[in-house]
């Protein structure tokens, strides 16, 4: 299963836009990449998947690039609310057994 | 209204006791996990199942059992064995093929007196 290497932490404004990238050298041909975002005391909870290219849904933008050993989420103008870690997943496969690994993530703080 | 639930949402151990953390889904998942966090590291797999009557362990399996009896719980029980229990438990489930995400539950916060 590919390893993923992420910032251990960032700061942002309110209003801001923020990248989280994310590096998955060992990638393999089927896996899809998967953030999550948890907040103390809860349950991670699913932002965006994507295999390539660009994916965008209501909260986020993922963007991968053509070789796919790297990923970027970008999260459009920031609130405090955002404030949270974000983890960065690969390995989860179309029609195969999948278990997460997860890192340590990005701790993301958001200031007025 | 479709989930994840996991109780209790705190649970005391007392040394030598065995507790049993409940987690039921009505989202007709096939497979799902048990992860346990410690503060301000990632989750780590406990055991997961793919299916009723079948589970597999996970990478800290030791100290802990689970049994899936019924699609829609997986029960994971805390034996007297895991010498440092205290930690955040997390419960998830994914569904069929084309559904890859894992969805989680709020967490079950174990602490020993």
């Known amino acids: 299963l590919a390893k993923t290497t992420q910032p251990i932490s960032m700061d942002s404004y309110e209003g801001q836009e923020v990248n989280i990238t994310c590096s998955h050298n060992?990638?393999?041909?089927?896996?899809?990449i998967t953030w999550y975002q948890q907040f103390p005391s809860q349950g991670p909870r699913f932002i965006i998947q994507g295999y390539k290219t660009k994916v965008t849904n209501e909260v986020a933008s993922l963007f991968i690039p053509a070789d796919r050993k790297s990923s970027t989420l970008s999260l459009p103008r920031v609130s405090l609310s955002d404030t949270a870690v974000y983890y960065c997943l690969v390995g989860l496969s179309k029609g195969g057994y999948n278990k997460l690994i997860f890192g340590a993530g990005t701790r993301l703080a958001v200031h007025p | 209204d479709g989930g994840i639930t996991q109780s209790p949402k705190y649970l005391f151990r007392k040394e030598g006791q065995n507790v049993t953390l409940s987690c039921e889904q009505n989202?007709?998942?096939?497979?799902m996990y048990w992860y346990r966090q410690d503060p301000g590291q990632g989750l780590r797999l406990i055991y997961y199942?793919?299916?009723?009557?079948?589970?597999q362990k996970g990478d800290i399996a030791e100290g802990y059992s689970v049994s899936r009896e019924k699609k829609e719980s997986f029960p994971l029980t805390v034996t007297s064995a895991q010498k440092n229990p205290t930690a955040f438990y997390l419960c998830?489930?994914?569904?069929?093929?084309?559904?890859?995400?894992?969805?989680f539950g709020p967490g079950t916060r174990l602490l020993v007196l």
């Open positions: 060992n990638i393999a041909t089927n896996d899809y």
């Open positions: 199942s793919q299916i009723v009557n079948d589970f």
């Open positions: 998830a489930s994914r569904g069929v093929v084309g559904q890859e995400t894992q969805y």
């Open positions: 989202l007709n998942h096939d497979a």
